[in-house]
């Protein structure tokens, strides 16, 4: 096994920014949601900044579930327009990366909460899609501190989530994944990649079903 297959094991980070906010939210959805095993996924930025480099910004709390929590941190005011960062509470199927990601993901307890963090990997790929400047921050900040992704870890992980280049009907052209590809490539590596031959078609053959 290597780095991008491995389950995560991070030494979670509490104090900073994303991990402060976490904990109030979690005490919130805790005494008001009484679902045993209740599961929140946290994505995004904050697992990175709490699990590899406090470096990383994250402007939200990017909370999956399909749990109504949103009246409860709402009315706690840790939702947007109350405070920064804020908890923003998606559906499920918000995060999307590789179907098998959650085979290594890092689950804590939290007052009762069971809270999911994806491997750094799986929320490296989810950010190809919209590839701003700060998902590339992310990438570099990542790769400074624990030497990943190699050139051959992401190309063998975004095979693993090639379904996010078929594009989808309610999305922006202007999020082109292929494209984006092109750029971090440059970027993080400083070489030039053909997606379609090293990523997509690869990736179509060893398409992966999701865990049940």
Wanted: proline letters at 7%; charged letters at 25%; one cysteine or more.
């Amino acid at each position: 096994m290597s780095w991008h297959k491995e389950r995560w094991i991070p030494s979670l980070d509490w104090t900073t920014p994303s991990g402060e906010l976490l904990r109030q939210a979690v005490k919130v959805v805790a005494a008001g949601v009484k679902i045993p095993a209740l599961e929140l996924i946290i994505f995004g930025s904050s697992p990175l900044q709490m699990g590899v480099s406090s470096a990383v910004t994250s402007g939200d709390l990017d909370v999956a579930t399909d749990e109504d929590i949103a009246k409860l941190l709402e009315s706690a005011q840790l939702t947007k327009f109350h405070r920064s960062p804020y908890v923003e509470v998606c559906p499920l199927n918000t995060f999307r990366t590789a179907p098998d990601w959650r085979s290594r993901a890092h689950t804590e307890s939290l007052f009762g909460v069971f809270l999911i963090f994806p491997h750094p990997i799986d929320i490296l790929v989810s950010k190809v899609k919209r590839c701003e400047e700060k998902d590339i921050e992310a990438f570099l900040e990542v790769m400074k501190v624990t030497g990943h992704p190699s050139e051959n870890e992401l190309k063998e992980s975004l095979q693993r989530a090639v379904d996010i280049y078929r594009p989808g009907f309610d999305e922006s052209t202007a999020n082109d994944p292929i494209h984006n590809t092109g750029v971090l490539w440059q970027r993080l590596y400083g070489k030039e990649i053909n997606v379609r031959e090293e990523i997509i078609i690869p990736g179509n053959s060893i398409r992966i079903p999701p865990l049940s």
